[in-house]
């Protein structure tokens, strides 16, 4: 299914943190789409090291493609440039591929990229400082602190006293989650102070952020009730900005869309399009666009939101590098909107050339 001027492409796979499997899985589904595009494609892994591995350019079978023999970044990363990759396909997850390391690191050597660019990526991953953004234009979001400040670590019962001071201004249960990581993984609902405080003494090196790692530690979100919806928005060239279906994501195994609830078949229904009437749609829609604008996501988000009991719109957070296997939930949705797999990777990758292609005109005396 050959969608237009054949590209070499390196797809980048991996990565070092907790959302390797799910990148791998990821940049699996996109190498089998680019080339059935009709691309040229050559797999890249990021080992658990921080080694870079560039695997065959034929065959569809992963388990072939990487051997171990690994080199590091800046070498790969030449020898993609000199080898003629147009474009690198980012199909990293979590730290290191969707807060503006890679995105920066790319831009450095001169290799275009898909996805968002460095600042979007930087800000958008950071959940603190999106939650930030959110209110500060309007735009509403559940209520939430950070966890635990340097003051709640020590002396002993300074934490106690702080949990009690913030249960009385926030009830529980309350959601903790790790900062700067996607794929919801580490998130767990607490519902007393008492949890709360044995958590942290059974995991406290797990709970304590890294002393001046920006954007480490945890965030704790008020519950909020309703259902819970995603919506994607993706750029299809001169038509711009389009939202794609929303779609309502019920857990059935789990009290909330958790990691096991996330990637264990059959423990989440996703339901696409979601079962709205007309008005809550378009303003799911119309919600979505707004914080893709709000972040400059070109091409491409997902923004996940409650419909409370009363109707409105709760914004949880926006994800710029969604998860891109067949039954991830963006591929869902823009299958129900007419989008094939092929033609929606084909897509982004050109996007990413087109943007590089107008920096450095715009760089240009």
Request: with cysteine.
């Amino acid at each position: 299914m050959k969608q237009g001027k054949a590209r070499y492409i390196a797809v980048i796979m991996g990565g070092t943190c907790g959302e390797r499997d799910v990148s791998l899985e990821t940049g699996t589904c996109v190498v089998r789409n680019l080339r059935e595009a009709g691309h040229k494609v050559l797999p890249v892994c990021i080992h658990p090291d921080g080694q870079w591995e560039a695997g065959g350019d034929s065959g569809d079978d992963p388990g072939g493609w990487f051997i171990g023999k690994s080199s590091p970044a800046l070498e790969i990363a030449s020898d993609l440039a000199s080898a003629g990759i147009e474009c690198v396909f980012n199909g990293l997850h979590g730290p290191g591929g969707e807060d503006g390391t890679i995105q920066g690191f790319l831009r450095f050597v001169g290799l275009p990229f898909t996805g968002p660019d460095v600042a979007p990526a930087a800000l958008t991953m950071d959940k603190a400082l999106t939650k930030a953004v959110l209110m500060n234009a309007g735009v509403r979001t559940p209520r939430g602190f950070s966890f635990p400040p340097a003051a709640a670590e020590e002396p002993p019962g300074t934490l106690r006293a702080w949990v009690e001071e913030m249960s009385s201004e926030m009830d529980f249960p309350w959601i903790v989650k790790p900062n700067c990581l996607g794929s919801s993984v580490g998130i767990e609902l607490l519902r007393s102070a008492e949890e709360l405080l044995g958590q942290v003494e059974e995991k406290e090196r797990h709970w304590r952020p890294v002393s001046g790692l920006c954007g480490s530690g945890f965030l704790i979100e008020e519950v909020i009730g309703g259902r819970e919806l995603t919506c994607g928005v993706l750029e299809v060239g001169r038509e711009g900005a389009v939202s794609l279906p929303p779609i309502e994501i019920r857990p059935v195994t789990s009290e909330f869309f958790d990691y096991e609830a996330k990637y264990t078949p059959g423990a989440t229904e996703e339901i696409c399009p979601a079962p709205l009437d007309e008005t809550t749609s378009a303003a799911v829609a119309e919600m979505a666009l707004r914080v893709h604008h709000l972040f400059h996501c070109d091409p491409l988000s997902r923004t996940d939101m409650f419909l409370d009991a009363a109707g409105d719109l709760v914004v949880l957070e926006v994800n710029t590098l969604p998860g891109m296997t067949a039954t991830s939930l963006i591929p869902q949705s823009a299958l129900e909107a007419g989008f094939n797999l092929p033609d929606r990777y084909d897509k982004l990758t050109r996007h990413g050339i087109a943007r590089e292609t107008m920096r450095k005109a715009a760089e240009t005396p």
